[in-house]
């Protein structure tokens, strides 16, 4: 159970400070919700205490676990998949919805290999800055350093990658 000023990240939505717990009635029925808002967006979200593992908020990654996010980025073994936009779209919203910063970090890989391959479309850059964004945010918090910081030593991580 989360406490009020808790932070915690939302699938596809990011870190969120958690702040309040309310009790709602829908159709009769009382229920205790988390009422969490993010903290790039200020978007407020609802979620319903008993129903937390379904809609996937976890707490922010350990700063131990960053190093396993860097070694993600780290991976130049990424294949370019000529398959149409419209379907590695879907393969990537359901990786960041997935809730796992693991998965959004082979999402931001793969996009800035691709970048790097050629000019990325719409989509595919609004795409690469959700993904980064989710990451840097988490990281953020996680090692306690600006957002700055942590997208800078990201930006180094894919310049090393792609310098050859």
Known sequence: MYKVGEVAVYPGHGVGRIESIEEKEFSGMKQ??????????DMTI????????????RGVIDSCEVMRVYEIL?????IHDNAPWN???????????????????MVLRELYSLRVWKELSFGEKKMFEIARNL????LSISLDKEEEEVEG????????NYKD
């Open 32 to 41: 205790a919700f988390y009422i969490m808002k993010i903290l790039d967006t």
């Open 46 to 57: 609802m979620i319903p205490v008993d129903g937390v593992k379904n809609a996937g908020l």
């Open 74 to 78: 780290k991976d130049k073994k990424v």
């Open 87 to 105: 379907r590695r779209y879907k393969e990537y919203m359901e990786k960041i919805k997935s809730g796992s910063i693991f998965e959004v970090a």
């Open 135 to 138: 990451i840097k945010k988490e």
């Open 153 to 160: 030593e990201i930006e180094s991580i894919f310049l090393k």
